[in-house]
């Protein structure tokens, strides 16, 4: 009996073995198969001093002064109308809410769905106590080792220099686009847009346009970041999650700290102590499904030795790579509706027992999830119904889901291939808020992809300290928008 259940657990482990090895080995490469374009002959160092010129410009956003700043907005703009004489001669430029720009570059067939090119001219200030960790100034624009240093680089003049750049460019080629084609510059989207890119995107329906696709800032092209993973990686955002911010309060009766309540976890900040405890040691759940699963369906064939095994394997696997992916805040971010306890109020003097204790928690939501799924989630994980919870005004809930297989997304796909010979192209998940949520209304196809090369030690520069990028990267993403417009704005062939 025992010699035939060693042999029936072993042929179950060579089935097992077997079944493993031919998943892993016929999942074939889902990569579209495309040779490398040239593109336009880009004089990188010109384009590194415009943007270099734009960084110049302290254009730091406020959420209650519009006004703040306005010099440094208008010395940005003056720049571009400087730098690119052709788009402002032969584009129709709004300002819309006092800052913000609206380019429109009108197409022959009036009856094809637009375009939108999307970027920000804000940029976030220099954290206190930090200016003197960069290697270079961060407002002075400067250029050294052959990258642009300074704030904005990243995030996100680079986008909106090189958009400019290459539609100056197609203008001196004589292209003529069959689609309109916008382009969106919000001036206040570090703080929520609702000066800028709301403001153009509701008059932009009352003129009842349709948009094919929108394609703003979001994710990079990555090397070196996911585990197993050799070749740089475009992972264009074809989601982005929600946003909500929770409020708790507990009461209890104030008084002096020489008495304090004689049963445990009566006082004020003892509750809400406990409720935020309860919150950060139980997430929201985690899955590989949706956009995540999809990332990984792409990416599997394209890994190495055991994680693709594994990637190729997720209904044996599934359950081990998530505690994997949990380890990590950026790989955790892609499977749930994260956590993160960020504001704590209590008290104002050592010898009183505060009457009121209040936290507020956010919650980055995932798509599936919601803002009442996440409420329900507080009051069912710190189960303590004295506990005051509501979420606070605004935030958002997460955008649709783009198709990969729409025209749109196949012609970012072709651009990335065409113009990053040997980059991987996967669908992924933006965990950060854009303008684009903005641009909702218009239509699902909408995506976050920044043409911007980044390794692991660049990953903290971004609203951090030496926030820079390379010349060379600035002429590839010159490329990358030229060409994008050449595949989505000049020809028959997208469409929703």
């Not at 929520?192 to 094919?212: C, D, F, M, T, Y």
């Amino acid at each position: 009996m025992i010699r035939r259940l060693l042999l029936a657990a072993v042929a179950l482990l060579v089935l097992l073995v077997v079944v493993l090895g031919v998943n892993t080995l016929t999942t074939g490469s889902r990569q579209l198969q495309v040779p490398a374009v040239a593109g336009p002959k880009v004089d990188e160092q010109a384009v590194g001093e415009s943007l270099a010129q734009a960084i110049r410009a302290r254009t730091i956003s406020s959420a209650t002064d519009a006004a703040q700043n306005v010099d440094q907005f208008e010395a940005l703009q003056a720049h571009l109308r400087r730098r690119y004489p052709r788009v402002h001669a032969q584009l129709k430029r709004e300002v819309i809410g006092g800052l913000s720009l609206l380019y429109t570059w009108v197409g022959t067939d009036a009856s094809a769905p637009a375009i939108a090119l999307m970027a920000h001219q804000d940029v976030v200030p220099i954290a206190p106590g930090t200016e003197g960790d960069w290697l270079a100034e961060p407002f002075a624009g400067t250029i050294k080792d052959g990258y642009v240093w300074g704030r904005g680089a990243w995030d996100d003049k680079s986008n909106l220099i090189t958009q400019l750049e290459a539609v100056e460019s197609l203008l001196g080629e004589d292209f003529v686009p069959r689609r309109t084609v916008y382009l969106v510059f919000g001036a206040d989207e570090e703080v929520g847009g609702e000066r800028g890119a709301l403001q153009i995107s509701r008059l932009l329906q009352q003129r009842g346009v349709k948009l094919e696709y929108v394609i703003d800032e979001g994710l990079l092209l990555t090397q070196g970041i996911l585990k197993g993973l050799k070749a740089p990686a475009a992972l264009v955002g074809v989601a982005e999650k929600g946003y909500v911010s929770v409020r708790m309060q507990s009461k209890a009766p104030p008084g002096h700290s020489s008495l304090p309540p004689a049963v445990p976890g009566q006082q004020a900040i003892a509750q809400i102590s406990r409720a935020l405890v309860a919150l950060d040691n139980r997430p929201m759940p985690a899955t590989i499904g949706g956009v995540a699963g999809d990332m990984f369906d792409v990416l599997a064939p394209e890994m190495d030795g055991l994680q693709r095994v594994v990637l190729s394997n997720r209904w044996l696997f599934g359950p081990l790579l998530v505690r994997q992916l949990e380890q990590a805040g950026s790989t955790n971010a892609l499977l749930r509706t994260t956590t993160a306890l960020t504001i704590v109020n209590a008290g104002n003097k050592d010898n009183v027992l505060p009457g009121r204790a209040e936290a507020v928690v956010n919650f980055r939501l995932a798509p599936g999830d919601s803002r009442q799924t996440v409420v329900d989630h507080v009051r069912r994980t710190i189960a303590n119904d004295a506990i005051e919870v509501a979420p606070l005004p605004g935030g958002s809930e997460p955008s649709a889901v783009a198709d990969t297989a729409a025209p749109s997304y196949q012609a970012i796909n072709r651009t990335v291939r065409e113009v990053f010979p040997g980059a991987l192209v996967a669908p992924g998940l933006m965990l950060a808020g854009t303008d684009s949520r903005h641009f909702e209304p218009f239509t699902r196809q909408i995506y976050r992809f920044s043409p911007v090369r980044a390794g692991p030690d660049d990953l903290s520069r971004f609203h951090g300290t030496n926030e820079r990028i390379s010349l060379a990267n600035l002429a590839e993403m010159v490329r990358f928008y030229h060409r994008l417009l050449q595949h989505t704005a000049g020809a028959p062939g997208a469409s929703r």
